[in-house]
Nanobody, 119 residues
Framework: QVQLVESGGGLVQAGGSLRLSCAASGSIFSINAMGWYRQAPGKQRELVAAITSGGSTNYADSVKGRFTISRDNAKNTVYLQMNSLKPEDTAVYYC?????????????WGQGTLVTVSS
């Protein structure tokens, strides 16, 4: 069993910064891709950023140059540094990990953390 704990969401003014964290625990052999998604009210969940086990990253066009994804493999943790936040970044943010366990692969989602950006 694998558990994810997200933290770091909150209320921030436009132009401000937040750092999200997502820590995995449990019977983990290794973690492949790690990513952050978000879902705004009335909208579909969308990929914000992802990072491979090798450190390659990709970002949604809407966050390029403002958000940075990183990972700490020793801590089984993925981070999302969000700078220059805009009201349209308001959403529930979810981490998503592809975890290697003894029996194969698991795709695991975090519980979500709310980010609210006020204008």
């Amino acid at each position: 069993q694998v558990q994810l704990v997200e933290s770091g969401g909150g209320l921030v003014q436009a132009g401000g910064s937040l750092r999200l964290s997502c820590a995995a625990s449990g019977s983990i052999f290794s973690i492949n891709a790690m990513g952050w998604y978000r879902q705004a009210p009335g909208k579909q969940r969308e990929l914000v950023a992802a990072i491979t086990s090798g450190g390659s990253t990709n970002y949604a066009d809407s966050v390029k140059g403002r958000f940075t994804i990183s990972r700490d493999n020793a801590k089984n943790t993925v981070y999302l540094q969000m700078n220059s936040l805009k009201p349209e970044d308001t959403a529930v943010y979810y981490c998503n990990l592809e975890v290697v366990v003894t029996t194969g692969y698991l795709e695991v989602w975090g519980q979500g953390t709310l980010v609210t950006v006020s204008s």
